[in-house]
């Protein structure tokens, strides 16, 4: 397979991605919480997902939200690495999800949801720097 289907096939596998946890993330946020539930457990591979849908069955909301927004800063960093060099569809499509996420940003802006006082200081470092990079893709984005 030539190295353009491959970044072709890879751009489509993230843009969907970030796509489906951004409208879960938005249904979740928005009390359908039996909506959300069913396309988190489609994603249980990513580790962020299968913590936040065990912190959802246990009613751990805030800890769910936070584990959440930081699998949705994963996708955005991997969104905003994808070369500028992608043919014109998925170049499209990946600059109109971000544009999409971004709105859900703006709608509801990224904050720590819980008390996460238990986890170490390199941890939460880690998280907000993940969480600047984010902002930064987000930022970078054309308004339409």
Do not use: H
Request: proline share 4%; net charge neutral.
């Amino acid at each position: 397979m030539n190295e353009q289907i491959k970044l072709k096939l890879r751009a489509i596998q993230i843009f969907t991605d970030a796509k489906v946890l951004t409208v879960a993330l938005s249904f979740l946020r928005n009390g359908r919480r039996d909506l959300s539930i069913p396309l988190f457990e489609k994603d249980l591979d990513r580790q962020n997902v299968a913590k936040a849908v065990d912190y959802l069955k246990r009613r751990q909301r805030p800890l769910a939200l936070e584990a959440l927004e930081t699998e949705l800063d994963q996708r955005i960093v991997a969104l905003g690495t994808l070369p500028n060099d992608l043919e014109s569809p998925e170049r499209e499509r990946v600059t109109e999800c971000l544009r999409s996420i971004r709105d859900y940003r703006r709608e509801i802006p990224r904050r720590f949801e819980a008390d996460l006082g238990y986890f170490n200081k390199e941890s939460l470092d880690k998280t907000r720097e993940l969480w600047d990079q984010a902002e930064k893709v987000l930022n970078q984005i054309p308004e339409t």
